[in-house]
């Protein structure tokens, strides 16, 4: 809840100069000159091209974990977040009945019911009606000033997205769902065409599926255009138009989606029938919930919530998921600092090789007696000369810490009842030492060991937590960099800095043309770990600029949005941590971190970006056609960083592949640099393992591929080596 981050910031004693704030401060997210294009002609002509052959259309079946999602998850999800909303708007209208009042309450009235009414439309398998943002108000008045007195804070987040990029958004979501419509359209009628062909989804025990389903470029026979009156619809409305509202019912039809009543706004409410539809008149039968793609539905949902926000001035600025964010960051403070006072330690060890000075103490570890990052210096550097030895140390830590962050998932964590406590409380646990990308090993070897008794004999457990670990390919191109920016200035390759210590080469961002690209995902610790992965790579003399692409609007629950940025820098600048499970003296070096990472922004080391795609179910594979601008920028760049398991799926066009199909082919031409994906697994989608490997999971562990305990480091360097 932005009201809470504001209670944590306001602790902030750090006196930093107004003008330095400004300048260090995350800035807006563009997305009014972005473009999306994400049309038949755009998208599926261009995936075509390069051939791919499988099958990413399919709706969920019943009892795969998609569909599980998509019925128990999605709707928890919805639950969680309508109480939070009513939470905060009851709390609004305490704390200030005056303002709250009349218009805003109205407003927050039909935003609730039209919410209410998504959330009824799940279990009935309903229609996803077309979004949209009609009514969207520029509105000034937003949700921070309101509490605060205050407008948003600087780049807060979704400002303004309901002018541009929320229209985009909202209009990409519609034509994802008549996309996906189309395509399932098709797939009935290959499948009374051939009968008999397998589309089974669960591919978790067999390691792969049977090749040959309608893939996801294949061209619809029947993509929605045109409007119509809308009266085919037969439709049982459950939508709601409460408060003031003058909504006017107008029938939209798209040819895949029949008979949608949608209010349209001309006041301060909007009326949107969320109700089961069961279509009316001739035409492919309407997408709804179950009979979409899993990652078109969960794109939709929260493209949904957004719509509905996003139509209530009062509600700009508004992040309904920022209570469980705030709540999940209290609680990760302890290994944030854990983590913090590593990366000290890191650099420390840099210092010492690179010709600087070295602090008179080294750095203390709070909470481990033998320090990883001193462990990893000496076991990793291997014949390296020292320098090199250190920072291959920091890059792997900067790394694992990335990689074991994407435990840290909130939408994973929701069940009916709200958070899940405990699952939080494990995923904020302090990530394993950095000894070594693997983390797990107490764990492994607890597992059944194999015996020999036959037939067959159960292959042996997994040695390492990390199903694919690529780390020596991406250290190599790491490695490279670091050379050029030396041999460019004419320095020792290791060079510590940045921040507060290191103000000399500020408005270095465009050194040496270097450029790291990270694709965030989680915000809160999982953000933390990356920010801790960008600083090393800087500290270890990766010195160009790390981009950091961060979502548009709330989304998947605790993806980045750039508020999400702006208040965990706050949250780490403050004399104290925000829970007392961590003393002020561990808080330090979080504190010292934070200030380090206000200079790389405000030195144009790191910048933050948002582009609208990021906030589609596109698949990347498409990203050349449907966001060239950002296809462009991406191909400037020397490494791109994919964190998180949406990304994983969205690179792999969330295909059922055969688990040992390699990168490069899942990718299907989605080539704009060299890349590396941090992923912990939580979908069953995964590609690049060795034969057997699958097997060897399955038998370890039987939802491997789901429960985000095991991960990987895997990296596509070139097209074609
Ligand atoms: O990208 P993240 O945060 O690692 O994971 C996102 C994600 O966990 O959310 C879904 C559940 O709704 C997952 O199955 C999905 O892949």
């Avoid at 704390?95 to 009349?102: A, F, K, R, V």
């Avoid at 030492?433 to 020999?452: G, K, Q, V, W």
């Avoid at 998180?644 to 295909?655: M, P, Q």
Wanted: aromatic share 4%.
């Amino acid at each position: 809840m932005a009201l809470r981050i504001a209670q944590v910031s306001s602790r902030v004693t750090v006196p930093v100069p107004h003008s330095s704030r400004v300048a260090a401060s995350v800035p807006s997210p563009v997305a009014e000159n972005s473009k999306l294009k994400l049309t038949p002609a755009a998208v599926l002509g261009a995936s075509r091209s390069r051939g791919n052959s499988h099958g990413a259309g399919i709706p969920p079946t019943t009892g795969s974990f998609a569909h599980t999602t998509i019925t128990t998850r999605l709707p928890a999800i919805l639950d969680s977040m309508i109480r939070d909303l009513e939470e905060d708007v009851s709390l609004r209208a305490s704390e200030d009945p005056l303002d709250w009042s009349g218009v805003a309450a109205a407003q927050a009235a039909a935003a609730l019911a039209e919410l209410r009414g998504l959330r009824l439309s799940m279990p009935a398998d309903g229609p996803l009606e077309p979004l949209h943002v009609a009514g969207a108000s520029e509105d000034t008045r937003c949700w921070q000033m309101l509490k605060s007195g205050c407008c948003c804070q600087p780049g807060g987040g979704v400002r303004g997205a309901g002018s541009g990029g929320g229209r985009l958004l909202l209009e990409s979501a519609n034509e994802c769902v008549q996309l996906a419509a189309a395509r399932w359209q098709q797939q009935q009628q290959h499948k009374e065409e051939e009968e008999g062909c397998s589309e089974g989804e669960d591919v978790r025990a067999s390691g792969g599926i049977s090749r040959g389903q309608s893939g996801p470029d294949a061209v619809p026979s029947a993509v929605a255009s045109g409007t119509g009156t809308g009266t085919g619809s037969t439709g049982v409305s459950t939508g709601v138009s409460t408060g003031v509202s003058t909504g006017v019912s107008t029938g939209v039809s798209t040819g895949v989606s029949t008979g949608v009543s949608t209010g349209v706004s001309t006041g301060v409410s909007t009326g949107v029938s969320t109700g089961v539809s069961t279509g009316g008149g001739a035409g492919p039968p309407a997408p709804t919930w179950l009979a979409l793609p899993w990652l078109v539905v969960e794109c939709y949902m929260y493209a949904a919530i957004h719509a509905a926000l996003q139509r209530q001035a009062v509600f700009a600025g508004y992040d309904p998921f920022s209570r469980q964010k705030a709540a999940a960051w209290v609680k990760s403070a302890a290994a944030a600092a854990d983590m913090a006072a590593e990366v000290e330690l890191l650099r420390y060890g840099l210092m010492q090789h690179g010709g600087e000075a070295p602090p008179p103490q080294p750095p203390q570890l709070p909470s481990s007696s033998e320090s990883p990052a001193t462990a990893t210096a000496t076991q990793t550097g291997g014949t390296l000369p020292p320098p090199a030895a250190a920072a291959r140390a920091a890059v792997l830590a900067g790394l694992s810490m990335a990689l074991w962050g994407n435990k840290a998932d909130l939408s994973l964590m929701v069940n009916a009842a709200g958070l899940d406590a405990l699952a939080l409380a494990a995923a904020a646990a302090p990530p394993p030492p950095s000894a070594s990308l693997d983390r797990y090993d107490d764990t492994c070897t607890a597992m059944p060991a194999a015996t020999a008794s036959p037939p067959p004999p159960p292959p042996p457990p997994p040695s390492s937590r990390v199903i694919v670990d690529d780390t020596a390919a991406v250290w190599e191109v790491i490695e490279r960099l670091i050379a050029r920016r030396a041999a460019a200035a004419g320095t020792s390759s290791v060079v510590v800095g940045g921040g507060d210590d290191d103000d000399d080469d500020a408005n270095e961002g465009d050194g040496d043309g270097i450029r790291v690209d990270i694709v965030l995902d989680n915000s809160g610790l999982e953000l933390f770990a990356d920010l801790c992965l960008a600083d090393l790579l800087v500290s270890a003399g990766v010195r160009g600029r790390v981009v950091l692409h961060g979502k548009l609007i709330p989304w998947f629950v605790s993806d980045t949005v750039s508020a999400d940025l702006e208040a965990l820098l706050r949250s780490c600048e403050a004399a104290e941590p925000p829970s007392a499970s961590v003393s002020s003296d561990a808080w330090q070096a979080v504190r010292r971190a934070a200030a380090r990472w206000r200079g790389h922004l405000a030195a144009g080391r790191w910048r933050w970006e948002a582009h609208p795609f990021w906030c589609t179910p596109a698949p990347f594979c498409w990203m050349a056609a449907a966001a060239p601008d950002l296809y462009d920028s991406l191909s400037g760049s020397d490494l791109l960083v994919f964190k998180g398991d949406l990304n994983y799926r969205k690179l792999t066009h969330d295909c059922r592949w055969p688990h040992t199909t390699p990168l490069r082919e899942a990718l299907q031409g989605f080539h704009p640099a060299p890349l590396v994906a941090l992923r912990t697994l939580k979908a069953d989608v995964v590609v690049g393992l060795k034969k057997g490997q699958s097997e060897q999971l399955s038998a370890a562990d039987p939802d491997w591929l789901t429960n985000g305990k095991w991960g990987m480091v895997q990296a596509s360097m070139s097209l074609t080596g």
